[in-house]
């Protein structure tokens, strides 16, 4: 019995660990690449770099003109880090309406939400861009930031509202007989219970606005402004040449935070729940 | 009464922020794309009415066709790969096991690289003529063909990207996962219910609103696909349009080709299309979506 | 967590407050969004740039690398030095996005003041976005030292629209180490496409896993057209018949059947930058490219490249031509037109500009300056100022701007090209399409 549960643990240790090297593959590669000198990267494939250096580091944290890669690290983590507060705070608020609360045009609101995610981005930049130009916004960090403080992303709205909707009904209602209003049974019962859904959305947010590419480059125009992902594409040139090795060793750079960031929360993810001790 | 009209107060107060970015942000921009697409507009100048002449002129167009027939393939056959492998994934990563943590990390892996520059050259690394594929099929005595370049593959490397990109899926179904209370597992094995059994009974049930939060968002995301064809074929969608998503498209007809009206009204026409798609899959959750209430 | 909670709370009804205030200003704006703003959000500009009297504020952009970024700061700082009235205010990038931007920043009426553009200028000067210059001539601007053709090709209906920053000319890139590794002789400069032909398929035969030659593309398709003693197109106007593109399209099919021509799937797997091209990653001998890019090219392989011209045709004419690398350009709605003026001045006649700025765009249109740059030239410039010099001793045609709506042109021949050499379709119906599309497209983006 416990030999063929050690033998089942010790297959699925293998499996996994075999998947992961197929997903580890770019990483490495990456790293690799980063510690090639610059005539090497693309004539040299192989994994083992022939000859190492760190130059490439080095001249890509100096960036350009007298900025260093490091203002742009700073400068992402800022944006970074507001947008997931705000989608946190924000987006919440709206799914548990959506999700636990009856008002007039519900159904419509709801619609409406979810059309906001089908349109895409591409047609309503230039709108939006006259928006934030006219509100003097352009080259600042709020276009970047206010929507999220204003829960425009409605995939999150969407993300909870499931799983706020999966949270037992009857939690509520012993609350409310216990004389709970909704503001205490947002904060109280559904906030609690929803975090693994809490933590998906500030990784998320955190992420995808960490290597959000588009929107920066078009709202950030001063290189002190700068996030990571621009300051990633300043090292190429489609026509001239390109500093791809500093290129690689920014990208790995970038890499550490939102890897660590993931890290952590997705352990927060397993214990949140088992803490909280959730009755069906 | 007055109890009710109270807690429509609280829920508007609830709605408040959305509805301040939706009514100051979101719908303008939205409602002006939809005059936009019945403008002959290159963004430099002033846009002129023309009726619906971008929406008819598109049935005409042999490349909007073609990223018809290459994003349905992409939808068709990534989907349910995408959906099947994060869910595997989440269920083999939501086990006790030992460095779970960083396991997860390394699965998440891909993902973190997101939309990086370094994709495309990666992606040509792997798929290329000389690429890891081939040197693997090499040991069989296999001749690869270079997939990414080779028109009758590229759009398929492009799934195995997405794919290969499972991580958040992966991660939403995993809080899914976590959501559901262990007592009904431990109970059900008291009840001497097998693995698979507890899958079938348990989990997939209590994790159908997540499963259709992911397969709308799938869908809505794979239609939508941009930024892995951007890279890899650099803004070209080639070779021989192969890779020429409908949104890039879109795009490329709206900031490249001075089009910004022929790009809105391809904007609205996938809107009207996703609306119905969505709504297909929400009148059928009624059927298999299990919600705690 | 509830502490955390409140305080977000607070930080969010903050926020709220602010930018419901916004939002009434907005509301109003909200109808006119769509583009025809223009004007008066130019005005709003002109009340939020409210600067001491006598100060300017310009703000230029410009995409590049590294290398031209540091110089073109340099050059600005010297500017800001001598002209201490003016800061300058820079928005630099790589390519990537930057046309994207630069619309969407033309939609809003918020463009800089100053703009690079490369050969798609006539597409913007067809849209009413760019500052004529001709009133500055002989002022606030001095063109008498710059080429002509140079002038030509940034001149629109007679008005100057830009100041070229620097000119090349396409041409071959040979790589010479795979020509000895083949014993292929190098060839001579007054070579035929019947040399070229032959010559491709002996370094495909005696080399493995290396070809000929990749694919010219579109602009190699310009240089053939002008060995025809033709124009591609006058204001938009096609001067080519449908029977050219053909004629072009058969000659490469025989180059491939020929086995001079790099297979299809390795010629697609090839980038636009000079690192990923097939020259580089040693999968072809000779490949097409613009004199200035020798330096991109020789610097990321161990092998050595050459310059070279295209091979003759039965006329006689090798094709090549100078032409523009970039320009800068001022925008129509700038408030500060001669401050404009003197900047773009300033960075193609500045001799200590020009010292800084080298060879990074091309060879300068200023000829003194040329001159000075050539005596301190080292070995890789030299060679491209040398290959400059002998096209245009070779060949005088005049300038030909990109067909109108480039972008799109040269996305439907590519794509045309890439589905003809993967067999997907015939010759003639890649070509009629071609020719359909073609016409549709500059139907679009005539006045």
Not at chain 1, 99 to 118: C, E, G, V, W, Y
Not at chain 2, 191 to 215: H, Q
Not at chain 3, 418 to 440: A, P, R
Request: glycine share 8%.
């Amino acid at each position: 019995m416990t030999n063929s549960l050690n033998f089942k643990k010790l297959i699925t240790h293998l499996f996994v660990l075999g998947f992961g090297l197929v997903m580890l593959y770019p990483v490495v590669w990456m790293v690799s690449s980063s510690l090639k000198p610059e005539y090497l990267i693309f004539s040299d494939p192989g994994l083992w770099p022939k000859e190492v250096t760190f130059d490439n580091y080095i001249k890509g944290w100096q960036a350009v003109g007298d900025v260093t890669f490091g203002l742009f690290f700073k400068n992402s983590f800022v944006i970074s880090v507001i947008a997931m507060l705000g989608n946190l705070v924000t987006c919440s608020m709206a799914a548990y309406a959506f999700a636990r609360m009856n008002f007039p045009l519900k159904k419509t609101f709801f619609a409406l939400m979810i059309f906001t995610i089908m349109l895409p981005t591409h047609v309503t930049l230039v709108p939006q861009y006259v928006i934030f130009h006219s509100l003097d916004w352009v080259n600042t960090i709020l276009p970047l930031t206010v929507p999220k403080l204003l829960a425009t992303d409605g995939f999150f709205i969407f993300l909870m509202v499931q799983f706020f909707r999966g949270i037992p009904k009857e939690l509520d209602e012993s609350a409310t007989m216990d004389g709970c209003g909704p503001i205490r049974i947002y904060l109280r019962i559904i906030l609690p219970l929803a975090v693994p859904a809490l933590l998906t959305t500030a990784i998320f947010t955190f992420m995808w606005t960490w290597d959000d590419f588009f929107s920066q480059m078009i709202y950030l125009t001063s290189t002190d402004k700068f996030t990571v992902p621009l300051g990633l594409r300043l090292f190429l040139d489609s026509e001239g040449s390109s500093s791809w090795g500093a290129l690689f060793a920014m990208s790995v750079l970038s890499l550490i935070p939102i890897m660590t960031i993931f890290f952590f929360f997705q352990k927060q993810i397993v214990e949140g729940i088992a803490t909280t001790g959730l009755k069906g | 009464m007055f109890q009710a009209k109270k807690n429509y107060l609280i829920a508007y107060g609830f709605l408040l922020p959305w509805l301040i970015g939706l009514i100051g942000l979101v719908l303008g921009p939205m409602i002006s794309s939809l005059y936009l697409s019945f403008t002959n507009y290159d963004l430099l100048t002033s846009p002129e009415w023309i009726g619906i002449g971008n929406y008819t002129d598109l049935f005409g167009d042999r490349v909007f066709k073609k990223s018809v027939e290459v994003t349905l393939v992409f939808v068709i056959v990534g989907v349910p790969l995408q959906l099947l492998g994060a869910l595997l994934v989440a269920v083999l990563l939501n086990q006790k096991l030992r460095g779970l943590g960083f396991y997860r990390t390394i699965y998440y892996i891909p993902s973190l690289l997101g939309g990086s520059v370094a994709i495309a050259i990666l992606w040509k690394n792997i798929f290329g003529l000389d690429g890891l594929i081939n040197d693997f099929l090499a040991w069989f005595g296999i001749q690869g063909e270079g997939w990414v370049s080779n028109p009758n593959y590229a759009v398929y490397t492009l799934i195995a990207l997405a794919v290969w990109q499972f991580g958040s899926s992966m991660v939403i179904f995993l809080a899914g996962l976590k959501q559901i209370p262990m007592e009904l597992y431990e109970s059900a094995s008291v009840d001497g219910a097998t693995a698979f059994r507890k899958f079938k009974s348990i989990t997939l049930p209590l994790i159908t609103p997540v499963l259709l939060f992911n397969l709308i968002m799938t869908l809505i995301k794979s239609v939508q696909v941009f930024t892995s064809a951007f890279i890899v074929s650099e803004g070209t969608g080639g070779p021989s349009n192969s890779t020429m998503f409908y949104t890039l498209l879109l795009y490329l007809k709206g900031f490249s080709y001075f089009d910004m009206g022929t790009a809105a009204a391809m904007a609205w026409l996938l809107l009207i299309f996703l609306g119905l798609l969505t709504a297909v899959v929400f009148f059928t959750s009624k059927y298999w979506v299990h919600y705690g209430d | 967590m509830k502490k955390t909670l409140l305080l977000m709370l607070l930080m969010v009804s903050f926020v709220l407050v602010l930018s419901a205030c916004a939002d009434s200003e907005d509301a109003s704006n909200e109808d006119t969004s769509s583009g025809d703003t223009s004007d008066d959000s130019s005005n709003e500009e002109s009340e939020n740039a409210s600067e001491e009297e006598g100060d300017v504020n310009l703000r230029i952009a410009w995409w590049g690398g590294e290398d031209r970024h540091e110089r073109t700061l340099e050059v600005i700082e010297m500017y800001e030095e001598q002209n201490p009235h003016v800061t300058i205010e820079t928005e630099y990038s790589g390519f990537d996005g930057y046309f994207d931007k630069l619309s969407t920043q033309f939609a809003a009426g918020n463009a800089p003041d100053i703009i690079q553009y490369g050969g798609n200028l006539n597409d913007y000067v067809l849209r009413d976005v760019v500052l004529p210059l001709n009133q500055f001539l002989g002022e606030e601007i001095d063109v008498s030292l710059h080429d002509k053709k140079m002038l030509e090709s940034a001149t629109f209906d007679d008005e100057l629209y830009g100041v070229t920053l620097g000119s090349n000319a396409f041409g071959l890139l040979l790589n010479k180490t795979k020509f000895e590794e083949a014993g292929v002789e190098m060839p001579s400069k007054d070579w035929t496409w019947n040399d070229f032909n032959e010559i491709t398929a002996e370094i495909t035969e005696s080399l493995d896993g290396v070809y000929g030659t990749q694919y010219f593309g579109e602009d190699g398709f310009g240089v053939y057209i002008d060995q025809n003693d033709k124009v591609l197109h006058e204001d938009g106007v096609l001067q080519i018949e449908k029977q050219d593109v053909q004629d072009w399209f058969e000659l490469w099919v025989g180059i491939s059947d020929n086995g001079g021509l790099v297979p299809p799937e390795i010629q697609a797997e090839s980038s636009q930058t000079p690192e990923q091209s097939s020259i580089v990653r040693g999968d072809v001998a000779i490949e097409f490219g613009a004199s200035n890019q020798l330096g991109a090219y020789a610097g990321a392989t161990e092998d050595e490249i050459v310059l070279h011209n295209p091979p003759y045709n039965d006329l006689g004419n090798h094709g090549a031509s100078l032409r523009a690398s970039q320009y800068f350009a001022g925008y129509s709605e700038t408030e500060h037109p001669e401050e404009v003026a003197k900047f773009l001045n300033f960075f193609v006649n500045n001799k200590e500009a020009a010292a800084v700025l080298g060879n990074d765009r091309g060879a300068p249109v200023n000829s003194e300056i040329r001159k000075t740059l050539i005596e301190n030239a080292n070995e890789l410039d030299e060679a491209i100022f040398a290959y400059v010099d002998f096209v245009s001793s070779t060949n005088d045609s005049p300038f030909v701007p990109n067909l109108p709506g480039y972008n799109e042109t040269q996305a439907v021949f590519k794509s045309i090209g890439e589905e003809i050499f993967f067999e997907q379709t015939s010759i003639e119906d890649g070509v009629d399409y071609y020719w359909e599309e073609l016409n549709s497209i500059l139907d679009d983006n005539r006045e």
